[in-house]
């Protein structure tokens, strides 16, 4: 509610301004634009129109392979796979996990990315480099050093533990990424309430922040896809199946022996919908930026 | 406009010396705290345990790890799939670094200037990256089946037929499959922050571009292009390391194969530490392709760097 | 400006209200799992399960044990893919499962090794060995000076038997299981005569070459083969190899290569089962995923590998021991632990196993006794003569014999570069 207050009331004097490409040609550009996308539309698509026809068919039928559109669509699967792999506690959890590692992630990578961008301080490179490299560490061979460290904080079986990983996996993308866009940003606003004696966490709260709205909710979908994703930690890191995330409710129906693909297809289309729906909600963010707009 | 120039200038104030720079290094290391903090207990530690295990013996479940010097180095030269999959893997990082980024700026492009079905779009092309990677091998190895697979059916139907192919088993198209999947995969990610990026590009610049009759192209050359260099360089840094530490994609596709047309480090390393339980050799591998990491990205960093200053 | 600050102000108050909720959940959930810690008083044991297939089983079996003795038993089962890892955590965190379930041996002996296993041969010594037969405790014996530097002793007790060979479709290729094709040749020359297709997962290529050398080699020599004492090059390891380059000039194998990937095996399961395969080659469990995969379809047969030209001994399929546990000897209960999978062991208790998971028991008279479907019949019939030893492939050579099958009917490689890529990966781990 008070975000579209916010996006609205910037949005209105650059509406005037186009952004929009000067009309020569027009007609001929615009079908050329929209089949462009529309292709890369189909592709995208493909494969997920696929999967929701295969989370409606039965074993036999999919794995033959040979129907694009269920015969009989076989809607049980759903109930199959929400109460055989118990995707409510499970969804739950994913939840609140992915909330947690969302918003530590913003509030560490957005302070570390100004700092980066816009402070002068002895050890910025340095920092930059840690980071970089921090980033290029292939994950398999540390691994269980990492899970090693977490038994000696006393961390596993541990929700805490468990979200103090996905931040700090999240952090070094992020910061590079807020970096980027603090630098893209006018320095007047931050400068003129510098002028008015504010320090820099003022400034960095009441000003920085706020425009920094469409970098944050870049990193704030990526970063949340990368959490809900998450499963060889939570895995070995969990003994309570209670404290599981989702993507154990999806584990449930993989296995050679037992083959369910039609139901881990429905589980997985079941288990995407909150990461879409936190998607919708988040890219109005994206792309109502209001940095271009406050300097006005 | 005027005030975003002003901008220039201001940054090369020389910072002053003693108690206020202390201070500004302070304030500095107290807006990175928290990063380095959890950085520092969660990452590097373990990070440096790792680099000390390529000098030892380990075999993941053994409490004890013993000393052996460089023979995990020695090991690891002589292991002709580690070096098979360090020449892969720089295709990957190519088809990531050109095809990935040029479709998810051009499609960030496109998708910015359209009026209607925005939203669309943007959901659209963010959807595949929802998946987890197991999903992904189930719905290609069965889009890309050799015999019944939609693909293959589809080309029939349209009279293609001559270019159906066994896709994920035919050496010679194989590794260009696996990137494409992976590019489907993963370009959501750049699309979005280039999207993100077009948004803080002052509309003012494009006004005044209209008013002295600039074409398309030169207001993406002259505006957009160096506009957008911060968010380019990250961008593209960003998915060329993604696409070099490819790991989930190829090991449910095609598990490195048809022989080892299709290994990739990062696949070679968790095999050597959960299949062949030498944690040594493993870790070693990592220190080898990590350094070769940092020195690339060092060198692309520093090219970007020089590019955005031009 | 003014509107603006307030607004922004006020999302941020959504941002730390959001923020605060997640935070708590997070706590919540933290007190919750240290909540249920307390709860220990009677005699609790944890299975740790690698098999989806035996978990109905296993789970029935528990709960009637709890019945019986008032031992409670929680059955975990983090899946096939995930059992390995977990169990490695396990190890790191030194809070393993009383029982787990041994899986094959390469794998297991690291656990082994770290004192995570009970050595069981005195207990199979003293009369437990009657559950099983011979083979499956020679099997599952690490002699003095194994290949992979176990401590001799017998870790693990396995309630299954494990065999490889064909399951052929009649429908499409013409044979029968009145009559399975007695040559290799004749084998080829039904699927090429009906233009049926033979299809072999990349990862089951070393049990079929291991399978096909038998024709030439005992299993003493295929023992020295893989404790390297014995080299690759050699006739009956080649004429092995070449049986595949033989499929691929007949135009048999599906799509003219070998499918690979982590699926591999069971999407070739799958074209079977949907009756797109002629044949298959494939381990005894296949059976079972059958009767989940298309339940309709159960005019199939099982059949072991048919002898090859100029063989010297009759084809053997190479013996596994199936499911079975490993006891902690670490655990807070290593005597009960024991005494239930002794009673797990036991001929009752199989033939639920057997029955329910659809597995070889690997007790001899129920195995000659029990009612064996018709489509497992083939691979029944293999455990009589298969080949016993108690090492197997060194994983660099396992990768490297899927890797080079791939490559030999790709004919990218000759069956000597074959021989001699083996040999090397061989030479690397001794």
């Known amino acids: ?296 | 406009m005027t005030t975003w120039r002003l901008a220039v200038p201001v940054r090369r104030r020389r910072p002053p010396r003693g108690r206020r720079a202390l201070r500004r290094n302070l304030i500095g290391w107290l807006f990175l705290a928290p990063a380095i903090a959890l950085i520092g207990i969660f990452t590097i530690t373990p990070f440096a345990q790792a680099i000390l295990l390529s000098f030892q013996s380990w075999d993941g479940v053994s409490p004890d790890t013993p000393w052996v010097g460089l023979a995990n180095y020695d090991f690891v030269a002589s292991d002709p799939i580690f070096w098979a999959s360090m020449r892969n893997v720089v295709f990957f990082g190519a088809v990531g670094f050109f095809l990935g980024n040029g479709i998810a700026l051009v499609m960030a492009l496109a998708v910015n200037s359209v009026a209607r079905g925005k939203t669309f779009f943007r959901t659209v092309f963010y959807l595949p990256g929802v998946l987890s990677v197991v999903v992904v091998g189930l719905l290609f190895s069965f889009i890309l089946a050799p015999g019944s697979g939609i693909l293959n059916r589809l080309l029939g139907l349209v009279g293609l037929g001559t270019l159906q192919q066994n896709w994920l088993g035919d050496p010679a198209v194989a590794l260009p499959v696996v990137a494409a999947v992976f590019v489907w995969f993963h370009w959501g990610f750049g699309f979005l922050l280039f999207l993100a990026g077009l948004q803080d590009v002052p509309k003012e610049l494009y006004e005044a571009a209209d008013l002295d009759g600039a074409n398309r192209w030169s207001k993406f050359r002259y505006i957009t292009w160096p506009q957008l260099a911060p968010v380019t360089s990250i961008v593209s840094l960003l998915t060329l390391l993604a696409a070099l530490q490819i790991f989930g994609t190829v090991q449910v596709l095609t598990n490195g194969g048809p022989g080892n047309h299709t290994m990739v480090p990062t696949l070679a390393i968790y095999n050597e530490a959960f299949v062949n339980w030498r944690y040594g050799s493993a870790a070693a591998m990592s220190v080898i392709f990590g350094g070769a990491l940092v020195l690339l990205s060092v060198l692309q960093l520093a090219i970007t760097r020089r590019r955005s200053r031009v | ?430």
């Not at chain 1, 920092?127 to 691994?143: C, D, E, K």
């Not at chain 3, 909540?35 to 740790?48: H, R």
């Open chain 3, 1 to 430: 400006m003014g509107t603006n600050s307030t607004a922004r102000i006020a999302s941020r108050r959504t941002i730390i209200a959001a923020g605060s909720w997640a935070i708590a959940g997070t706590l919540a959930l933290a007190g919750c799992s240290s909540s249920e810690k307390a709860a220990t008083g009677a005699v609790g044991l944890t299975f740790m399960n690698q098999s989806r297939g035996q978990e109905a089983a296993l789970t029935q079996l528990a709960k009637q044990y709890t019945t019986k003795t008032g031992i409670k038993i929680t059955i975990d089962s983090p899946g096939p893919a995930d059992y390995l890892p977990k169990l490695q955590a396990k190890a790191q965190s030194r809070s393993m499962p009383d029982i787990y379930s041994s899986f094959a041996a390469t794998e297991m002996a690291p656990f082994y090794k770290a004192g995570w296993a009970m050595d069981l041969s005195a207990e199979l010594n003293a009369g437990w060995s009657k559950n099983f037969s011979p083979a499956v405790l020679k099997m599952s014996t690490f002699q003095e000076g194994n290949n992979l530097g176990v401590k001799p002793g017998i870790y693990s007790v396995h309630w299954e038997t494990q065999t490889y060979g064909f399951l052929i479709n009649p429908a499409l290729t013409g044979m029968s299981a009145d009559k399975p094709p007695a040559t290799t040749a004749a084998f080829t020359d039904a699927l090429a005569a009906k233009g049926a297709k033979f299809s072999i997962a990349a990862s089951q290529t070393p049990f079929f070459i291991q399978a096909l050398a038998s024709n030439w080699l005992t299993d003493a020599e295929i023992e020295a083969t893989f404790n390297g004492k014995a080299k690759w090059k050699q006739d009956g390891w080649r004429n092995a190899f070449q049986f595949l380059v033989d499929l691929k000039k007949a135009g048999v194998i599906a799509n003219d290569a070998l499918p690979g990937g982590q699926d591999d095996n069971p999407n070739v399961e799958s074209s079977f089962f949907t009756k797109k395969m002629g044949a298959i080659f494939d381990a005894s469990p296949g059976v079972s995923v059958g009767l989940r995969t298309n339940p309709e379809f159960g005019d199939y047969f099982s059949a072991g590998l048919p002898t090859a030209p100029e063989s010297l001994h009759e084809p053997r399929s190479p013996g596994v021991p199936g499911k079975g546990a490993v006891i902690n000897p670490r655990g807070d209960h290593p005597k009960e632990a024991l005494a239930f999978v002794k009673w797990l062991s036991e001929p009752a208790q199989q033939a639920v196993f057997a029955k329910t998971a659809r597995i070889l028991p690997s007790n001899p008279e129920l195995l000659a006794s029990a009612d064996i479907p018709g489509q497992l019949a083939g691979f029944a019939a293999g455990v009589k003569g298969m080949q016993v030893m108690s090492t197997t492939f060194a994983p660099d050579v396992n990768t490297a014999i899927k890797a080079e099958s791939q490559r030999l009917v790709l004919g990218e490689a000759t069956v000597d570069d074959v021989l001699d890529t083996i040999q090397a990966a061989q030479d690397r781990t001794s």
């Open chain 1, 1 to 296: 509610m008070s975000s579209r207050t916010t996006g609205r009331a910037v949005e209105m004097p650059v509406a005037s301004a186009p952004a929009r490409p000067p009309r020569r040609g027009v007609g001929l550009d615009r079908v050329g634009l929209y089949g462009l996308l529309g292709v890369a539309a189909l592709i995208a698509l493909f494969p997920l129109l696929w999967m929701l026809s295969g989370s409606l068919q039965s074993l036999t039928e999919l794995l033959s392979n040979e129907r694009f559109l269920p015969a009989d669509p076989q809607w049980g699967n759903y109930v199959t796979a929400w109460v055989q792999g118990e995707l409510g506690v499970y969804l739950r959890n994913s939840v609140i996990y992915t909330g947690s590692a969302v918003i530590g992630i913003l509030l560490v990578s957005s302070l570390a990315g100004y700092a980066l961008a816009r402070l002068d301080f002895a050890g910025k490179g340095a920092f930059t480099f840690v980071i970089l490299a921090v980033m290029i560490i292939p994950a398999p061979a540390m691994f269980l050093a990492q899970y090693k460290l977490l038994i000696s904080l006393g961390l596993t079986n541990n929700p805490v533990g468990y979200v103090l990983v996905l931040i700090t996996s999240g952090i070094p993308m992020s910061t590079l990424i807020m970096r980027s866009f603090f630098v893209s940003q006018p320095r007047a606003l931050e400068e003129a309430a510098a002028l008015d004696g504010a320090g820099p966490l003022r400034i960095f709260w009441h000003v920085i922040l706020p425009l920094a709205r469409p970098g944050m909710a870049a990193v704030a979908v990526i970063q949340g896809l990368g959490a809900w994703n998450e499963y060889l930690m939570a895995l070995v890191l969990f003994d309570d199946n209670s404290l599981m995330p989702i993507q154990r409710g999806l584990t449930s129906f993989t296995s050679a022996e037992t083959p369910q693909q039609q139901i881990l297809l429905a589980a997985t289309t079941i288990s995407i919908v909150p990461v879409v729906i936190f998607y919708l909600m988040a890219q109005r963010h994206i792309v109502k930026g209001i940095g271009a707009g406050a300097i006005k």
